[in-house]
Nanobody
């Protein structure tokens, strides 16, 4: 298990931006693929995207493609989810997850993960 901590959530108006961060407490993310999963109140999990540790390749759900961007800074032991042009339907708790195999299949088939954090709330509302 990798202890993950998310931050950066908040309230934003439609069309606004937020940047979420995911870091590992007492552990290094350098050799882990990292994904993001969101869950809106009363709904199931939606896999948002993931980023590889080796080449930095990123994959996204169709619902966020072109608006969300994943990046990582191994020197800061942090993975970022930049969210632009936010919509009310993006409102959810966002969790980062690791011990995954990042690919389109991980997202499309909601494949397994080993660890995830407590999450950070994102609310998009006017």
């Amino acid at each position: 298990q990798v202890p993950l901590v998310e931050s950066g959530g908040g309230l934003v108006q439609p069309g606004g931006s937020l940047r979420l961060s995911c870091t590992a407490s007492g552990s290094s993310l350098e050799y882990y693929d990292v994904g993001w999963i969101r869950q809106a109140s009363g709904q199931g999990r939606e896999y948002v995207g993931c980023i590889n540790f080796d080449d930095g390749a990123a994959f996204y759900a169709d619902s966020v493609k072109g608006r969300f961007t994943l990046s990582r800074d191994d020197a800061k032991n942090t993975v970022y989810l930049q969210m632009n042009n936010l919509k009310p339907e993006d409102t959810a708790f966002y969790h980062c997850a690791t011990e995954i195999f990042c690919s389109d299949s991980w997202i499309e088939s909601s494949l397994s993960f080993g660890s995830w954090g407590q999450g950070t709330q994102v609310t998009v509302s006017s």
